[in-house]
């Protein structure tokens, strides 16, 4: 049924490009180019972005979100996988734009495959699985040795011992492009799977939140200490995992389910508290759980950073490598309680949590 509204005076919608526009019965994206008004549905057919906030490249409204692209007249996606968003009858009278919102073409939603990591979470049958998460950076040509890292293989050997799967993924073995700020332009904008992910084939991060999410029932992530914190490798991760947590902001979905999280932490300076500190607090916010004493480490402090010393006690102290190993047994026996229990939940309380309004 026609339904002609009046959504305002030509000459200021204009001057803007693109405008916001709400009426009653549909939220619109209205453009001006080349002397011709087009109106098209606000909500991008990606993620829901607001088109209304975009801007134009040509003769399409661009997305500000993850930047899909629509014809601003038509509603016709850049490609076929965007689908079409609904467009809208426009005219101009009395120096006024009316849209008609009540003929609007069909909306044809994406037809993009659904990500491998969009599919339900659910443990593969089969023994306990222990994944070590390397954040030491290297010279791939000139390997030196890593006490964060030989303290993760001996964990991750005595898991294998015990009878335990296992697999070691080291982040400077994958070129993964760094967090965008998605989540900087709105909530909605930062989704699971990672839009970075969705977006960009040649991203390698999918390993790690196959471990996470999917594969590990336990995980040991192991760093250095550099200026009293984390390696740069930890925290370029630890942005692009703000997906799994937002997840529960955004849709109260909880990803992280029944795992656990130890950590090991190793450096020529101290500050190992406020390193496990962060840590913990970011691991719990995505949903793991920890075993009493979730994490080892070793420093000589500050008065103390002669490498060559520090690297020989950690390769030779069978002290600290009998850590190791009752760290990868206590996240394990920690696993193995929550596999036989009820586990945790799908959803929590929003009451005091991140986000809540």
Same mark, same amino acid.
């Given at each position: 049924?026609?339904?002609? *509204?009046? %959504?305002?005076?030509?000459?200021?919608?204009?001057?803007? @490009?693109?405008? !916001?526009?709400?009426? #009653?019965? &549909? =939220?619109?994206?209205?453009?001006?180019?080349?002397?011709?008004?087009?109106?098209?549905?606000?909500?991008?057919?990606?993620?829901?972005?607001?088109?209304?906030?975009?801007?134009?490249?040509?003769?399409?409204?661009?997305?500000?979100?993850?930047?899909?692209?629509?014809?601003?007249?038509?509603?016709?996606?850049?490609?076929?996988?965007?689908?079409?968003?609904?467009?809208?009858?426009?005219?101009?009278?009395?120096?006024? *734009?009316? %849209?008609?919102?009540?003929?609007?073409?069909?909306?044809? @939603?994406?037809? !993009?495959?659904?990500? #491998?990591? &969009? =599919?339900?979470?659910?443990?593969?049958?089969?023994?306990?699985?222990?994944?070590?998460?390397?954040?030491?950076?290297?010279?791939?040509?000139?390997?030196?040795?890593?006490?964060?890292?030989?303290?993760?293989?001996?964990?991750?050997?005595?898991?294998?011992?015990?009878?335990?799967?296992?697999?070691?993924?080291?982040?400077?073995?994958?070129?993964?492009?760094?967090?965008?700020?998605?989540?900087?332009?709105?909530?909605?904008?930062?989704?699971?799977?990672?839009?970075?992910?969705?977006?960009?084939?040649?991203?390698?991060?999918?390993?790690?939140?196959?471990?996470?999410?999917?594969?590990?029932?336990?995980?040991?992530?192991?760093?250095?200490?550099?200026?009293?914190?984390?390696?740069?490798?930890?925290?370029?991760?630890?942005?692009?995992?703000?997906?799994?947590?937002?997840?529960?902001?955004?849709?109260?979905?909880?990803?992280?389910?029944?795992?656990?999280?130890?950590?090991?932490?190793?450096?020529?300076?101290?500050?190992?508290?406020?390193?496990?500190?962060?840590?913990?607090?970011?691991?719990?916010?995505?949903?793991?759980?920890?075993?009493?004493?979730?994490?080892?480490?070793?420093?000589?402090?500050?008065?103390?950073?002669?490498?060559?010393?520090?690297?020989?006690?950690?390769?030779?102290?069978?002290?600290?490598?009998?850590?190791?190993?009752?760290?990868?047994?206590?996240?394990?026996?920690?696993?193995?309680?929550?596999?036989?229990?009820?586990?945790?939940?799908?959803?929590?309380?929003?009451?005091?949590?991140?986000?809540?309004?």
């Amino acid at each position: 049924m026609v339904d002609w *509204v009046d %959504v305002g005076a030509a000459d200021d919608l204009a001057k803007a @490009g693109v405008s !916001r526009c709400v009426t #009653p019965k &549909a =939220r619109l994206a209205v453009s001006f180019r080349d002397g011709t008004f087009g109106a098209i549905a606000s909500a991008c057919n990606h993620a829901g972005g607001p088109l209304r906030q975009g801007h134009l490249d040509g003769e399409r409204v661009v997305c500000p979100w993850h930047q899909w692209r629509f014809h601003r007249c038509n509603g016709h996606g850049a490609t076929a996988e965007q689908g079409n968003v609904q467009s809208y009858p426009v005219k101009v009278e009395d120096g006024r *734009v009316l %849209v008609d919102v009540g003929t609007a073409t069909s909306r044809v @939603g994406s037809k !993009r495959a659904p990500h #491998p990591l &969009a =599919r339900p979470v659910e443990r593969a049958p089969g023994p306990l699985r222990l994944a070590g998460i390397s954040t030491t950076a290297m010279d791939p040509d000139n390997r030196r040795f890593s006490g964060s890292d030989h303290l993760l293989g001996i964990a991750l050997d005595s898991a294998r011992s015990a009878g335990a799967e296992t697999q070691m993924i080291r982040l400077d073995d994958l070129k993964f492009h760094a967090c965008r700020g998605y989540y900087s332009k709105a909530a909605g904008a930062c989704t699971w799977p990672c839009s970075i992910t969705q977006m960009h084939a040649d991203d390698e991060l999918t390993p790690v939140y196959e471990a996470l999410v999917y594969w590990a029932d336990a995980i040991v992530v192991a760093t250095l200490i550099r200026w009293g914190a984390a390696s740069w490798l930890y925290f370029k991760m630890a942005e692009r995992l703000n997906c799994i947590q937002n997840a529960i902001t955004t849709k109260n979905k909880v990803l992280i389910k029944n795992k656990v999280a130890g950590f090991i932490i190793v450096g020529g300076q101290d500050n190992i508290q406020s390193v496990a500190g962060q840590m913990i607090c970011f691991f719990a916010e995505l949903g793991f759980l920890f075993p009493q004493f979730p994490y080892i480490a070793h420093s000589r402090g500050w008065s103390h950073e002669d490498m060559e010393n520090n690297v020989e006690h950690v390769r030779t102290s069978p002290e600290i490598a009998e850590g190791a190993r009752e760290l990868a047994e206590r996240c394990l026996a920690y696993a193995q309680q929550l596999l036989d229990s009820e586990g945790t939940p799908d959803s929590i309380a929003r009451g005091g949590r991140k986000a809540n309004h």
